[in-house]
């Protein structure tokens, strides 16, 4: 039986990406960011995950405003990286899990879950720089990746409480499929930032680490969170952190913390990172 | 005109384009034009000849003035999407920081050591600027 | 205050566009089926919506399977026929409602259906065919259009519940707009039919004459047919009629049927209509 | 292989391909190549050389030699859809009922007057065909 054993909430910023592709995660402005991902990785090789189901937002490499899913899930059997207006970024393409993929997407729809089936999409930061994060620069990525691509560009996103469903549902799809796999899910995106208008730069350390600690002591409080609040008070960007609720979901209710970690800045983004296990 | 009867609780958010539907309604072809330059094909024609290239998408005056003014904060008022937009910086070889620092009135330099020193900080009251807020421009 | 004051339930069958666009429907094979249109065609010439709302599948047209929303939502200004195979039908290009569109758009997502926001898509005979029923050929369309585009052909479909709940959403999306604008919705697609193998042909009239009774008599019961249901009994292609149960959704519960045609044969479909108004 | 432990409860439906996902993986090149015939261009390549246009598509050598055969319920059974494989029943000029026929092992002219006569009937054993149903081809 499939199994999520655990879950890891990360930031995606593109210029912890780029750090880690031109070789400068060891210079003074990203060393404190990165010396604190090591222990992540140690867990994570440790953890030995066969497939990892990434929740997280494409910002208009795949997607476009012709057409914007809520809940795109990709079943296809890989994932290119995407030209973001650079190139496409130097790290391996990703390796989808087609018949867990597709199982998910029959028992979400049937759960009620209103989900967009994907064979092709490539795949942003949004997705490639948790996997950097996590895995440093691997020949080949060490699992099989489910990409679960969340709108959160176009207002509105789904709610907080949506998500956090969803990742329920998730877990419920994942624990029925017959085949033995270790299953990790990813909530990426956020902390607080706001990259635009005139409050461009805004980081909310207190709104961020009350944040973390509700994913264990209170996530159902931590799901009812309103888009208005992300917005006032994590940035406009910060309401990416739905995105950890459906990992969160996917959790046991009483899943605990292993690790954390919180700097700021990556860019202008305020950069977090947890481990969660089922227990 | 609108069918809606009150201001959307996120409207009194100061310095910040809430990217709802009226926004994305007003921005839709400045945006596309925007996503074109993911494809290498599209920087290159567009590095030839801005404005030529812009006549592919049917975009306002002030918009096309916009993007070839490299007006970061105009664009968003004129609907852009920083995700969009910000394809246009990549373009220009531009960081977050530098546009950051233009949409907020500091130099990039300013931007990242506020950054650096924590952030622009949150606080219920603050009012980064009159001029922004979701109201049209 | 805009507000739904009926429902319209019609098959969609290509033919039956192309008896109208070939002027076949004098003929003794079409005549029976288009005599019984024409009640409808005069009621709604009387009841002058401003809007209708139609929901209603894509054939392989504006859709692939690369990307499979379960729900597309329409906010664009107009979306034009699309080629299926023997170039765009010579009907009207459809005319959106952005405003209202839009509204429904962020009015359900809140609400916690997982739509997919759709600017630009050709749209198939699952949209024009019922137009041409209901409307004949006049030289514009007589109303704006707002396409609601669901999954019919990938499996699992979204669930009859699930689309009856989404037309409950859509009914209070409507009444919080607040332009008055007389709404009418559209579910299109069924009755009873088999396109595909050996079984191709089926047509289940007992089927479709308690589905057409059940949409008064007790659609909350209509609503929990499983898919597994439908496909056996009404055929494969049959389940195109979760798409009236939205219809019916958005109804007050006890709306009342006020026209009903059946037919059987058109090409290989058994072609149902009915007509429900709010009290 | 597989990671699902049941059987499909519409699994013994008979004659019907029900397009689930591991239908849908099957056929997914086989279908996408008969969405193609949606553009005018791409019809006039594929009526000029059909074998020489179906190499774009990453067909296996039965999905290929069905499609140039017209084999409707092969190309069903290899993971086709009816709405993507009757593309190319328009594509030929065929109506529904011709298909139909042929799927079903009658002429069209059958299909028609089964149609007229009221269509297949419905019976809860019924048993088109014992190859039908959703076992792999
Ligand atoms: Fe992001
Ligand atoms: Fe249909």
Redesign the interface.
Known sequence: M?KITAGVGTSHV??IGAAVDHGKTAEPYWEPLFSGYEKARQWLAEAKPDVAIIVFND???AF?????????LG?GAQFQP??????PRRVPPVEGH???A??L??SL??D??????????PVDHGLTVPLSIMCGQPERWPFKVIPLCVNV???????G??CY?LGKAIAAAVES???D?NVVVFGTGGM????????????????DRDFLDGLTADPDALAQIP??DY???AG??GVELVMWMVMRGALNADAKEVYRHYH??A??T?AGLIVLENG | MSGKDEAP??GD?????????R??RRG?HL??F??S????EN?EVFRADEAAYLKRYPLTSAQRQAVLERDW?GM?RLGG????T??LA??DGL???N???Q???ITEAE?KN???A?????KED?Q??A??GCADG
Chains 1, 3 share one sequence.
Not at chain 1, 82 to 87: I, L, S, T
Not at chain 1, 112 to 121: H, Q, R, S
Not at chain 2, 37 to 40: A, F, H, I, P
Not at chain 2, 118 to 122: A, L, T, V
Request: glycine share 8%; aromatic share 12%.
């Open positions: 499939a593109p210029a910002h208009a490499s476009s405003l012709e057409v914007i899913p809520t809940f795109a079943v995407a030209d973001e207006g650079y190139g087609p018949e867990l597709w199982h997407a029959e729809i049937l009620e879950f209103d989900m967009t089936i994907v064979n092709e999409m560009i176009q207002y509105p996103p789904p709610t409480s949506r469903q499929f017959a085949e796999l607080s930032h706001q990259l635009q208008g005139e409050r461009a730069g805004l980081i909310n350390e207190e709104f888009h208005v917005i006032r008070r406009s960007e700021v800045p860019s202008n305020a | 609780e996120y958010i100061p310095g910040t384009y809430v990217f709802d539907g926004h994305s839709y945006n596309m925007c996503m330059l993911n494809r290498q920087r904060l968003l999407n920083i995700y969009y910000f394809k990549i373009f960081s977050m920081q546009v950051g620092g949409m907020s009135g931007f506020m950054m650096i924590g952030g622009r900080p949150y603050q980064v600027s001029a922004g």
